[in-house]
């Protein structure tokens, strides 16, 4: 199994998403999308250079997943949506939905045409959109097969319960596709 990685924005993501894919690395290989931005000094990732980037790292690979974290989501959903890129599978920690609307985004036709089947880790008090919102989110619009998991009582954007990431991907990476419509 190959992982694309994509971080948060923060730089501290950086060591972060390096630890990830250490852990995966037991059961899986992969790459990681480092941003731009980390080196210039600026303060948020270019979703369009970095979906870009995506598209080259990727490049010819046709059997891949992503694993990705917050600003790292929205570049999925919408290289997704997009039909730039089709991971068979897709893991998002942290899904920034209250930003990703302040900022923009149009993470609702994201999520309404996402044909991706994905697990949503969400914090139950992540300051981002917390667990409840995001379950109702995904009822309401995604079509395809999710699941969304609580990281009961987390009040962070943090997402650092190793073995939940590690026993979440490496079982739901490893599984056969679900035929969704």
């Known amino acids: 199994m190959y992982i694309i990685y994509l971080p948060g924005n923060s730089p501290n993501n950086k060591v972060w998403?390096?630890?990830?894919?250490?852990?995966?690395?037991?059961?899986?290989?992969?790459?990681?999308?480092?941003?731009?931005?980390?080196d210039t000094g600026e303060e948020w990732a270019d979703i369009p250079k970095e979906s870009v980037n995506l598209q080259k790292l990727i490049g010819d690979?046709?059997?891949?997943?992503?694993?990705?974290?917050?600003?790292?989501?929205?570049?999925?959903?919408?290289?997704?949506?997009?039909?730039?890129?089709?991971?068979?599978?897709?893991i998002i920690c942290g899904l920034p939905y209250l930003t990703a609307k302040a900022s923009g985004y149009e993470i609702d036709k994201y999520l309404e045409e996402l044909h991706v089947e994905t697990i949503f880790i969400q914090n139950e008090f992540d300051p981002l959109a917390g667990y409840e919102d995001v379950r109702k989110i995904v009822e309401e619009?995604?079509?395809?097969?999710?699941?969304?998991?609580?990281?009961?009582?987390i009040d962070s954007h943090s997402y650092r319960n190793w073995e939940l990431l590690i026993e979440t991907a490496e079982k739901f990476f490893k599984t056969e596709i679900t035929k969704t419509n």
């Open 17 to 38: 998403i390096e630890e990830v894919k250490e852990r995966f690395d037991g059961f899986a290989s992969g790459e990681i999308l480092y941003y731009i931005h980390w």
């Open 61 to 90: 690979t046709k059997d891949y997943v992503v694993f990705a974290k917050s600003i790292g989501s929205i570049i999925a959903l919408k290289n997704i949506y997009e039909k730039t890129i089709s991971p068979k599978k897709l």
């Open 141 to 153: 619009k995604v079509k395809v097969d999710c699941k969304v998991i609580n990281e009961v009582g």
